[in-house]
């Protein structure tokens, strides 16, 4: 939905501009766009109104970017979303308010709100955005098998100091590998001797995880990142069903 303050001799009126906008994509692109491109003319008169700062949030309220005094603000967004947003450099003089949101995952499915300020604090104008991430790899055993395949495979360039995380859907560590080597020590205690992956991961750029013994407990979304000075390289999500015998 978005909703723009038209300009008046005396004061500002919030009015309602199109209907509301829904996006799906599966996880495991590399981004998907939150779409806001303000017409010309009536970004035009925003302008003029003094446009401070363009602000994303999500639907817990948390602060995913903002655009404030000519720059992106990086260390006014929450840490789940820091180095996975872009927008426009010249957005000022573009209208072109859209979101750019790194390597997905269905946690981040739910609504965005953007709200533009003019320098006396006022919302000038407002879009939310809903959107919907689908778990596109899926796996199914049998409980009692002696392992499982999560696979993950990239083409992107993993030299250099390059990490890979294992989470679980319960926010759990399911394995780590850093500097060259695992580290079974940050692994939760219900995964320790549980998991292996490639010994040469980064040369066959295969983070694929194995999980020994899987149970009915294991089911659920696991979210391979991979990372390197903090900046997110890539995402990806399997969902394991496990079905007991």
Not at 13 to 21: G, K, T
Not at 65 to 82: A, F, T, W
Not at 86 to 106: A, H, I, V
Request: some cysteine.
């Amino acid at each position: 939905t978005i909703r723009a303050a038209a300009v008046c001799p005396t004061h500002l009126v919030l009015c309602c501009l199109s209907a509301p906008e829904q996006k799906e994509v599966e996880s495991g692109v590399k981004s998907v766009l939150l779409s806001f491109k303000v017409p010309h003319r009536l970004w035009f008169c925003k302008y003029r109104l003094s446009v401070a700062k363009v602000e994303w949030r999500d639907g817990d309220n948390r602060t995913v970017h903002v655009y404030q005094n000519g720059s992106d603000q990086p260390g006014e967004q929450d840490k789940i979303y820091r180095t996975r947003t872009r927008m426009d450099e010249n957005l000022l003089k573009t209208g072109d308010l859209s979101l750019t949101l790194l390597w997905p995952t269905d946690g981040d499915g739910g609504i965005y709100s953007c709200r533009v300020y003019n320098r006396k604090g006022d919302v000038l104008m407002e879009k939310q955005v809903w959107l919907k991430v689908k778990v596109q790899e899926q796996v199914e055993v049998e409980s009692g098998v002696e392992s499982v395949l999560l696979p993950c495979r990239t083409t992107e360039s993993l030299d250099g100091d390059v990490g890979v995380e294992w989470m679980d859907d319960r926010e759990r560590t399911v394995h780590v590998y850093q500097n060259g080597s695992d580290l079974p020590g940050e692994q939760h205690q219900c995964y320790r001797t549980r998991t292996k992956m490639d010994e040469n991961l980064l040369r066959n750029k295969d983070l694929s995880l194995t999980l020994s013994w899987p149970i009915d407990g294991d089911s659920g979304i696991f979210t391979c990142r991979v990372y390197r000075d903090g900046d997110v390289l890539m995402m990806k999500q399997v969902q394991l069903k496990v079905k007991g015998q």
